[in-house]
């Protein structure tokens, strides 16, 4: 309970137990100087009241000492149980996120928006890394300690004790009902915190298309009001905990006042000795201090619990599974009935069934928007299809643990991902342990080489964030080289639009007739060229399979679709064929 409400790890919890423990250790020895001093004013007073000897300074003197030796270890202990674990711990929750991440369903990154992704994983991390390392096992340590030190006072003399005390109470219980509304400001200032973030990284995204349409000036013009809305949505959330807990502490201060009139009265009736009366004003000097911490610390927590509750609900996703034993009889893909939607519920696939056969190349077309990148997600399970069932060499993908299923599959997209690395460990992408000699190949196969060959540093060039420095054809080579080198049985291949030029088609066409090669073979067809070569054309139309068959048994129906679509191809612009 106490750990899912800590967003702790099993470790992470001991680690914190134990930090607590010592917290409450150190805290408990700062209030041994105090006994000391007690002590040796005791003494004082005896001599001078009672003529009792001199006290001799040395037994103080080596008990403040070791006092302090005492300190010193249970403070470096606290450091040692604290600080270093958190860091572990901020390591492990890093890990489990992303862990956890790479086997969320794409359905989850639909849903979420990237910047509010990126700051949980980022500042929320950071965030309750440097809580749990300055704040909450001080805070429970000191609560704990406070608590004892409390306890024992009320037992040395309870009307004093009551006289001193009787404002922490009534201090935590103003936090207690103010607490509701410093959480509603601190959520409100996150919630901007995200609009902002969404804002500038739609500004970076865009850049260019904002600049081409002369719209920076009204963009940062909306980015600057969102600026302006964060500030003072900070400076409500900073205003209420500033008051909340500064008032609160105020009410701290009643209790000097209430222990100097208490104590005065009761030395008056002859009920307290001075020296009890001396011990009380020493402790209420001193035990308010923690109690501030807390209360400090308390306002802070109305931060954690958010972002917290943030982690909780990413790691509360569920993931998707399988088994991770797979294996197909053959590589024929078959879509049952399949139907399926995004998270928007508009129905995209309904009753969606073909078989794309291994050997073959089969094409899917139709209209922008009728499905046939979906069709090509939910053959390599990116996404499960609602109704009916995908099956590959006859198992159903569902239950196929994703990377698993992946390993048999090789994707060439035409939104190539390329990293900031070498050429060379772009291509290795395809497969990791490939050595440099059967990245080579396959980037020859590619048709890769020649161009690579006239960059700077050849296959050692870094090729920029996201391979800035490649055209259209070049980013489609590299990624047919990943293919080539993943030698997976099924290709699921989005052809390039009409964006290559006629040297790069060429090029591009001449790699992929030997990456699909025995293979079973989706293509999302944009050439005529392709369509009329593929073993099988599936015609979609929203969301439904129109027609389904050879290239010529689909031209020879006299009044189908495909005919019609081929014949009016130049009419028809939003055929894509
Ligand atoms: N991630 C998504 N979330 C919600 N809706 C989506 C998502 N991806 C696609 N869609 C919707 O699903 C429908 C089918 O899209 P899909 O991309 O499969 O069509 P397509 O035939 O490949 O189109 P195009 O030829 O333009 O690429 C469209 O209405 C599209 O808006």
Redesign the pocket.
């Known amino acids: 309970m106490l750990r899912s409400a800590l967003g702790l790890t099993e470790q992470g919890m001991r680690n914190f137990k134990r930090g607590v423990f010592f917290c409450t250790l150190a805290n408990l020895m700062l209030f041994a100087p105090i006994g000391i001093l007690f002590l040796l004013v005791n003494d004082f007073m005896n001599h001078l009241v009672n003529g009792a000897e001199l006290p001799q300074l040395a037994p103080y003197v080596a008990g403040v000492a070791a006092i302090l030796a005492l300190i010193a270890l249970t403070q470096w202990l606290e450091y040692r149980n604290t600080y270093g674990p958190v860091y572990e711990e901020s390591a492990r929750k890093r890990e489990g996120i992303a862990e956890h991440l790479r086997r969320l369903p794409l359905s989850f990154f639909?849903r979420r928006d990237l910047a509010d992704l990126t700051n949980t994983i980022m500042k929320d991390c950071a965030d309750q890394e440097r809580l749990f390392m300055h704040v909450v096992p001080q805070l429970f340590g000191t609560g704990i300690s406070t608590g004892i030190a409390i306890v024992c006072v009320l037992a040395f003399d309870w009307r004093l004790g009551l006289a001193a005390f009787w404002p922490v109470p009534v201090a935590f219980a103003f936090m207690g009902l103010l607490m509701g509304l410093v959480r509603r400001k601190v959520e409100a200032k996150e919630r901007q915190r995200l609009v902002m973030a969404d804002g500038v990284q739609e500004f970076l995204d865009c850049a260019q298309e904002i600049r081409a349409t002369n719209q920076s000036e009204a963009f940062l013009g909306g980015l600057g009001g969102k600026l302006d809305e964060m500030e003072r949505r900070m400076v409500a959330s900073e205003l209420a905990t500033g008051a909340t807990i500064s008032s609160a502490q105020a009410f701290l201060k009643l209790g000097i006042a209430s222990t100097v009139l208490a104590g005065a009265g009761l030395i008056v009736a002859g009920q307290v000795d001075f020296m009890t009366y001396f011990a009380f004003l020493l402790v209420v000097t001193r035990v308010y201090d923690p109690v501030n911490v807390v209360l400090q610390s308390t306002a802070e927590l109305a931060e954690m619990r958010h972002s917290i509750k943030r982690t909780n609900a990413l790691s509360a996703e569920r993931p998707m599974t399988g088994a991770t034993s797979f294996a197909p009889q053959g590589h024929d893909l078959a879509f049952e009935d399949v139907s399926f939607s995004?998270?928007?519920g508009?129905q995209?696939l309904s009753g969606v069934t073909f078989t794309a056969r291994e050997g073959e190349v089969t094409a899917l077309v139709?209209?922008?928007?009728?499905?046939?990148?979906?069709?090509a997600k939910l053959a390599a399970r990116f996404w499960d299809a609602d109704g009916g069932r995908v099956t590959l060499g006859g198992v159903d993908v569902s239950g196929v643990d994703p990377e698993t299923l992946l390993s048999d599959y090789a994707e060439v997209f035409q939104d190539v991902v390329l990293f900031d690395e070498t050429v060379m460990e772009n291509i290795r992408l395809g497969r990791a342990d490939a050595t440099d000699e059967e990245v080579l190949a396959a980037a020859r196969a590619a048709n890769c080489d020649e161009f690579v060959r006239r960059m700077p540093q050849g296959y050692a060039t870094r090729i920029g964030e996201n391979g800035a420095r490649l055209s259209g054809g070049e980013r489609q080579r590299i990624s047919i080289a990943r293919a080539l080198l993943k030698d997976a049985p099924v290709v699921l291949l989005d052809e390039a639009t009409a964006s290559l030029d006629v040297e790069n088609e060429t090029q591009v066409q001449a790699a992929l007739s030997r990456l699909l090669a025995g293979k079973t073979v989706i293509v999302?067809a944009h050439r005529m060229r392709t369509v009329m070569s593929a073993d099988k054309i599936v015609v979609?139309k929203e969301?439904r399979v129109a027609e389904q068959g050879a290239p010529a048994e689909l031209m020879s129906r006299e009044d189908g679709l495909f005919r019609r679509m081929a014949e009016l191809q130049g009419a028809a612009a939003d055929w894509?064929v």
């Open positions: 639909g995004y998270n928007t508009e995209v139709g209209p922008s928007g009728s499905g046939k990148s979906t069709v999302i979609l969301g894509t």
